[in-house]
Antibody, heavy 118, light 113 residues
Framework: QVQLQESGPRLVKPSGTLSLICTVS?????????WSWIRQPPGKALEWIGE???????SYNSSLRSRVTISMDKSKNQFSLHLNSMTAADTAVYYC???????????WGQGTMVTVSS | DIVMTQSPDSLAVSLGERATINCKSS????????????LAWYQQKPGQPPKLLIY???TRESGVPDRFSGSGSGTDFSLTISNLQAEDAAFYYC?????????FGQGTKLEIK
């Protein structure tokens, strides 16, 4: 059974950088899947942030591209999200997820609530 | 970006009855090369991540009860939940992956009367 777990700080200062790690268990991160980050502001809909393929290819939401980096540590079976220049608008639950061969997100982490505040 | 619009925003349906949620995309999500619609449906309960119910518009994810069914093609899609159970109370989201970025609908809140 594939499981994903997010970890990282819950509070980030304005203009700071968010760094989250997603640890994958039950499957190798080197399999033929895209590994994604998705967020959900309180009471709002889901927003795709970006994703990474084991080959190193990345794809980002154009609305965030200038501020986001996704990377992968195959030795630890983890992938990471870095989002800089954080503002209150970035306050959200951040999820990591696996995109299946059918291009749907079939496995999700539990999510971690990140608040941007001084 | 492809805009996904769901209707209604909320609905209340009696136990044992049927609920239908609609989703319209601003452009077709049908890939003519394989005749598949890249449209998925998710269920989300409070404090939980979304759960994949349906992909390719009408294919149920493994373990999802057959009370859940998806239909539609091109730009218009529906999620139907038959014989509603109390545990079906949740938010439901549609999502397309025909183009990047993948985008989600605004969500529909389903209440069980």
């Amino acid at each position: 059974q594939v499981q994903l777990q997010e970890s990282g700080p819950r509070l980030v200062k304005p203009s700071g950088t968010l760094s989250l790690i997603c640890t994958v268990s039950g499957a190798s991160i080197t399999t033929n899947n895209w590994w994604s980050w998705i967020r959900q502001p309180p009471g709002k809909a889901l927003e795709w942030i970006g994703e990474m393929y084991p080959s190193g290819s990345t794809s980002y939401n154009s609305s965030l591209r200038s501020r986001v980096t996704i990377s992968m540590d195959k030795s630890k079976n983890q992938f990471s999200l870095h989002l800089n220049s954080m503002t209150a608008a970035d306050t959200a639950v951040y999820y990591c997820a696996r995109r299946s061969a059918a291009d749907a997100f079939d496995v999700w982490g539990q999510g971690t609530m990140v608040t941007v505040s001084s | 970006d492809i805009v996904m619009t769901q209707s209604p925003d909320s609905l209340a349906v009696s136990l044992g009855e049927r609920a239908t949620i609609n989703c319209k995309s601003s452009q077709s999500v049908l890939y003519t090369s394989n005749n598949k619609n890249y449209l998925a449906w998710y269920q989300q309960k409070p404090g939980q991540p979304p759960k994949l119910l349906i992909y390719w518009a009408s294919t149920r994810e493994s373990g999802v009860p057959d009370r859940f069914s998806g239909s539609g093609s091109g730009t218009d899609f529906s999620l139907t939940i038959s014989n509603l159970q109390a545990e079906d109370a949740a938010f439901y989201y549609c999502q397309q992956y025909h183009g990047t970025p993948p985008t989600f609908g605004q969500g529909t809140k389903l209440e069980i009367k």
